[in-house]
């Protein structure tokens, strides 16, 4: 996310490395590199311009204080105007209706029933009574991909396949879900052109007898500007409340993300991060900037890890360390609570300092799948009690797991080095020194 736009910053502040002082010549020169990397970035000229016009003007208007260099506040000047550029603060979600009614607008393809998917499964998790409806009459595999999205996850989807009427069949819905008590109506809707006349009426038909809380437009975020016109086009006729990006794990290079609010003066709400239906952030200007700067994202790690970590077994873990019984059962456990919680690559970059470091590194959700195979090939025995493995159990777990002796190996040497360093902490809590990490130690299964 934002990769190509995080170096090409970082590459202008470098500019700025070693002066002692901020100049009208040194930020001229720096914000020329900004300002190209955010057209490059897709982002309109003019919003690039105006951008950097704003910081050149917070900069010569501040004094550097003596203890930070002039790039670190020239970081923090771009990075607070960054936050501006994208709204400012979060914008919730409005759900004060009974029931609740949101309508979802946008091109066919940006992405609008699998979003309705993942909004509805967001709103579960949050205790609301959810109905899905499918509004889309001109694309039968629209309503078969919602169907089966409601079974995936346990939320009803109201359908009249008979009915070709939309409006009556958002009208029906809402009635339905009025009288078996739902929170919230989601009402998918057909991927339509700005230009299509006949269609824009339709949704604006929509609008009108629907009465909805929230127009939330869908918006695939890899068509870069063409992204925000198309918001601008919609806005005029249905002036939505908020925007949602779709596809911003793709190779995006975050123009609209960093557009669109300057443009339609709405807020953008959440925007999607993968094809899992957990896959779905909501959007947070500074968490957002923070990520461009190449500085991570550590609040939303906390947050995707406290929604995955069970936190009774997390106490019993954590007791297992202490007494340095942690074993490849445990281990295996806290694999698949990290798959959880998303793209591992994804994961790692919200970690200051971590992005950069690994952004040749290949991390996929297969990044575990040769340690998964090892572990998997051990007997139940062998997991609990790795002192079993001899080089014969060895060879059996590697032709098991097709991998070589070497790496298994590896792996179990890890987790004893894990275990030493625990115990080495133990140890030295009582004096507060801090034990040096044995060599190579580390995540099993991750070379370094």
Do not use: C
Not at 292 to 313: C, K, N, Y
């Amino acid at each position: 996310m934002f990769e190509s736009l995080s170096e090409r910053m970082e590459s202008a502040f470098k500019i700025l490395k070693g002066q002692g002082r901020i100049t009208e010549i040194n930020i001229a020169e720096m914000l020329k590199e900004v300002r190209r990397a955010l057209v490059d970035a897709d982002v309109n000229y003019k919003i690039a311009k105006q951008f950097t016009d704003e910081v050149k003007a917070k900069a010569l208007g501040q004094d550097v204080i003596k203890s930070v260099s002039p790039s670190q506040m020239l970081v923090k000047i771009v990075n607070d105007e960054l936050v501006n550029l994208m709204g400012g603060s979060k914008s919730d979600i409005q759900l004060n209706g009974n029931p609740s009614v949101i309508l979802m607008a946008g091109l066919q393809g940006s992405g609008k029933t699998t979003f309705s998917g993942k909004l509805a499964s967001y709103l579960k998790k949050k205790g609301k009574k959810t109905l899905l409806v499918a509004g889309d009459v001109y694309r039968p595999a629209a309503i078969a991909q919602l169907k089966t999205l409601g079974e995936q996850l346990e939320v009803e989807v109201y359908n009249e396949e008979e009915n070709k009427n939309p409006v009556a069949i958002a009208q029906n819905a809402i009635k339905y879900a009025k009288t078996n008590a739902f929170n919230v109506v989601i009402i998918d809707t057909a991927g339509r052109l700005s230009v299509d006349e006949e269609m824009m009426d339709e949704i604006t038909r929509l609008k009108a007898e629907t009465n909805p809380n929230e127009i939330l437009f869908v918006v695939d975020s890899m068509t870069g500007q063409d992204a925000v016109n198309t918001a601008k086009a919609f806005n005029d006729r249905l002036d939505f409340s908020g925007v949602v990006l779709t596809k911003l794990d793709g190779d995006t290079r975050g123009g609209a993300a960093l557009s669109i609010m300057s443009i339609v003066n709405k807020p953008i709400k959440f925007v999607g991060t993968g094809e899992k239906m957990d896959a779905l952030d909501v959007f947070y200007p500074e968490r957002m900037a923070q990520r461009i700067l190449g500085m991570g994202d550590i609040v939303s790690f906390v947050e995707r890890a406290q929604e995955v970590i069970d936190e009774e077994e997390a106490q019993k873990l954590q007791k297992k360390l202490r007494k340095s019984q942690f074993d490849f059962e445990d281990f295996l456990g806290q694999l698949k609570q990290i798959k959880k919680m998303g793209n591992v690559k994804d994961l790692m970059a919200m970690i200051p300092g971590v992005g950069k470091a690994i952004k040749d590194i290949d991390l996929d959700d297969n990044a575990f799948k040769h340690t998964e195979a090892m572990i998997l090939s051990m007997t139940p025995g062998e997991r609990k009690n790795p002192e079993l493995i001899d080089g014969k159990r060895k060879q059996r777990i590697a032709n098991g797991s097709g991998t070589s002796v070497q790496q298994v190996n590896q792996l179990i040497q890890q987790l004893f080095q894990m275990r030493q360093m625990m115990k080495q902490m133990n140890m030295m809590q009582a004096s507060g020194k801090m034990p040096k990490m044995p060599r190579g130690a580390g995540m099993p299964g991750l070379k370094r």
